[in-house]
């Protein structure tokens, strides 16, 4: 077969949601817990589509849906971006099966390819599921027009191509740059941070420095905004204008760079990944070494470990902590009583903000859920773990503690901030003080529990259990659908949306820990 | 005789509702015992360890460790086990060292008994200067070695190791002998599988003969091999049960 890569990256994609496993397994049991984690993706995308299209109905209501095909692709592009930068190229390295697949008759371009179709699959499926359901709305609303349907669509199609390929050479770099320190996981851990956090703070400050443009006019203002938030989208923006020439541009730049990023990135293969691999020789075992604390301390202090041990996990899994944290100090530099008097809202509407600023920590700290992952990351060696003498109770809170630590600390650091900021009332700080960490439990522990129901312990490289499995997208989504649910919410109900949403969290998180008794955990 | 370690009962699993695994297996370790556990592969070996260890659910029957039910409290059974899978797939990212610490902190080793173990069992398997090392840059014989010092770490009244001659030097597979044999003495049990026929033949007090799932021949070596060795009997047996 000429295309080696098409049967690889068929490979990888049947060991996604464990579909091919469910197909082929004559357990029962296997096609339930499957068919529910799809059923339960199924139901938050179809939430996420239904606020997609209220968005996309108030844009043409607003006469303003024909800037919805460029605004909705820059938008994914960067989105693309981001989510590329957290997932590093971590899946084209050190991978479980490297030897097995370096061992067979394919060229290092096909390993590649075939690696990142994968990531390309997951990108474009994100990129349709936002951009069709606002090409119907428009199209309902305004009229139906053949070219802009192909037009958005085949930007859709190569629009993640170019932040992939800029994402993926950034990591692969710093992990070239770092592969030979002795702390290298911690350092890319790091760098890969500073790099995901500047990265959101320049395209945040980039993409709202359109507000201040205000005397030009709309459609100017919207390509403006579109350059400002993608750049190469305005390319998609001028198609529709009239010049065709531009999506002829905007295709043959994505596929040349996608070209030339797998050249350049197939050339330092293998060098890069030896030096992954190659473990240091470690310090010198002395007697002191050995120390004693608790069980229940013991394991906090592995799932920490191992947390801060791998960077894909590292990131992956605190993205949303890393927001919150970007939030917090860009809180700092905003003239917050300026830009209530600008937005003109009303005394008991900018007290209600408190309470919206909520579903903001609910969207960011819910995305940052590492134990709907930690327990699928036991993979092999998970027998390991079972075999020890304590309850699944002990290990499932233990793997829910760093998530629970970490995201109170920053949604804490970001309340206080944003509570002197908007000057709450101390119904307002209680309420914030209190509902973090009782947010911060329950997600922590639904988790868990997600990741008891739908374990993945047959992936080749951390990546797919701790971003592409059900439980962390049931967890990354269902997080943002209720945040953004909050925030509108909150605007309206103000304290009672929050006081509803700590009772939940006390309730759901009584049921968990009392679910966990009855929890056995078997290989 | 010496007392029952470990009673497994009529015990039957089944993999997909179809493939039955281990069928109506029945056998007993007692202190003192080194039990070796031996059948083709695939004939269910594998499974009937990690049943009695607790990780892995079966069908119908008992297990019992030292008079309690692994089904019941599970907890209870496995502290005061150890088991050693074939291919002890450690945690590359702990070094040796955090592992072990690991380890006795979940099985609740006092630090001195566990500095003196450590000491005792890294200086016996030469592994003592590797121990500040990433289990990730161990070799495969490293970490089964550092596995089996893991084990040893709280003394536990019934070793259950799959295969734990694989990758060991000549040296250290002595030494784990030695060690074997000093834990039965002093009360401990054994329960293995292994291929090596010789070892099973020279180690062993007792073995049990598997195939496909159920037990064809098992008690002492004496009375299971009679006058021949062990391969003859194994080949034997094997021969008769699939008439």
Not at chain 1, 277 to 288: I, L, P, R, V
Not at chain 2, 197 to 216: F, H, Q, S, T, Y
Request: glycine share 8%; net charge positive; aromatic share 10%.
């Amino acid at each position: 077969m000429k295309n080696k890569w098409l049967p690889m990256t068929k490979i990888q994609l049947m060991g996604l949601f464990g579909i091919n496993k469910a197909k082929n397994s004559a357990d029962p049991a296997i096609k339930r817990k499957t068919a529910g984690g799809l059923a339960a993706l199924a139901i938050v995308g179809a939430v996420m589509i239904f606020y997609i299209v209220l968005i996309a109905v108030s844009f043409c209501k607003q006469g303003i849906g024909q800037h919805l095909p460029a605004l909705t692709i820059a938008l994914t592009s960067l989105i693309t971006l981001l989510f590329s930068l957290l997932y590093g190229c971590s899946s084209l390295f050190a991978m479980k099966d490297y030897d097995l697949v370096m061992s067979m008759p394919v060229t290092k371009r096909d390993i590649l390819i075939s690696r990142l179709l994968c990531s390309y699959i997951a990108n474009l499926a994100f990129a349709l599921g936002v951009t069709l359901p606002c090409l119907v709305v428009l199209f309902a609303m305004d009229g139906f027009s053949a070219a802009v349907l192909a037009v958005t669509l085949v930007g859709a199609v190569f629009a993640p191509l170019v932040p992939m390929a800029i994402a993926t050479l950034i990591s692969a770099l710093l992990t070239a740059l770092t592969a030979g320190f002795k702390y290298k996981n911690l350092l890319q851990s790091l760098l890969g941070i500073i790099v995901f956090a500047g990265a959101m703070v320049a395209s945040f400050s980039i993409s709202f420095s359109a507000n201040a443009e205000q005397q030009i006019d709309m459609n100017a203002m919207f390509r403006l905004l579109v350059m400002n938030i993608y750049p190469p989208a305005l390319l998609i923006e001028m198609t529709l204008d009239g010049a065709i020439w531009a999506i002829f541009v905007f295709i043959g730049a994505s596929a040349l760079i996608a070209a030339l990023f797998i050249l350049i990135l197939s050339l330092g293969y293998r060098k890069i990944h030896d030096a992954l691999t190659a473990k240091s020789a470690g310090s010198k075992y002395n007697a002191e070494k050995i120390r004693a604390s608790s069980a229940f301390a013991a394991l906090v202090r592995r799932e920490f470990k191992r947390l801060f041990t791998c960077s894909a996990y590292l990131l992956n899994s605190l993205s949303g902590t890393l927001l919150l944290l970007v939030a917090g100090i860009a809180l700092l530099f905003v003239d917050v009583p300026s830009a209530l008097a600008q937005m003109q809202l009303l005394t008991d509407q900018t007290a209600r903000l408190v309470y919206a600023g909520f579903g903001i920590l609910i969207f960011c700290a819910g995305m940052s859920c590492p134990s709907a992952s930690a327990l699928s990351l036991e993979g092999s060696s998970r027998g390991q773990l079972f075999v020890l003498p304590l309850s699944a109770r002990k290990i499932l809170a233990a793997k829910a503690m760093p998530g629970f630590l970490i995201n109170t600390a920053a949604g804490w650091f970001t309340s206080v901030i944003f509570a002197v900021k908007i000057g709450a009332g101390p119904l307002g700080w209680i309420t914030l003080l209190v509902s973090v960490p009782l947010f911060c439990a329950f997600s922590a522990l639904f988790g868990s529990f997600l990741n008891v129901k739908f374990p993945k312990y047959d992936w080749t490289n951390e990546i797919q259990a701790v971003k592409q499995s059900i439980p962390v997208m049931i967890a990354v989504f269902g997080s943002m659908v209720l945040g953004f649910a909050v925030i509108l919410l909150g605007l309206f109900l103000g304290f009672w949306i929050v006081l509803a949403a700590d009772i939940l969290c006390i309730v759901c998180s009584a049921a968990f820990w009392l679910h966990f008794k009855r929890v056995k955990l078997f290989v | 005789m010496n007392k029952t370690v470990l009673r497994i009962e009529h015990l039957t699993k089944t993999y997909a509702k179809t493939k039955r695994a281990v069928d109506d297996l029945s056998l007993d370790v007692c202190a003192g015992d080194i039990y070796g556990f031996i059948g083709q592969n695939g004939a269910g070996k594998t499974t009937t360890l990690r049943a009695v260890t607790g990780i892995l659910p079966f069908d119908s029957g008992r297990i019992e460790i030292d008079g309690i039910s692994v089904q019941d409290d599970p907890v209870a059974c496995k502290s005061m086990i150890a088991y050693i899978p074939d291919n002890p797939d450690l945690y590359d990212y702990l070094t040796g060292i955090q592992y072990l610490n690991y380890i006795g902190d979940i099985f609740g080793v006092e630090k001195e008994i566990r500095r003196e173990r450590i000491e005792k069992y890294a200086e016996m398997f030469r592994i003592k200067g590797d121990l500040g090392s990433l289990i990730g840059a161990y070799s495969h014989g490293m970490k089964q070695k550092l596995a089996i010092i893991s084990a040893l770490l709280h003394a536990p009244k019934l070793m259950i190791l799959d295969e734990p001659f694989v990758g060991l030097d000549p040296e250290a597979a002595f030494k784990i002998k030695q060690v074997f044999r000093e834990m039965c003495e002093n009360g401990s049990a054994i329960f293995f599988s292994t291929h090596v026929l010789d070892v099973a033949e020279k180690l062993c007090n007792k073995i049990a003969i598997i195939k496909n799932g159920k037990l064809i021949a098992c008690g002492d070596i004496e009375s299971v091999r009679g006058n021949e060795s062990l391969e003859d009997v194994f080949m034997e047996v094997l021969e008769s049960h699939e008439k």
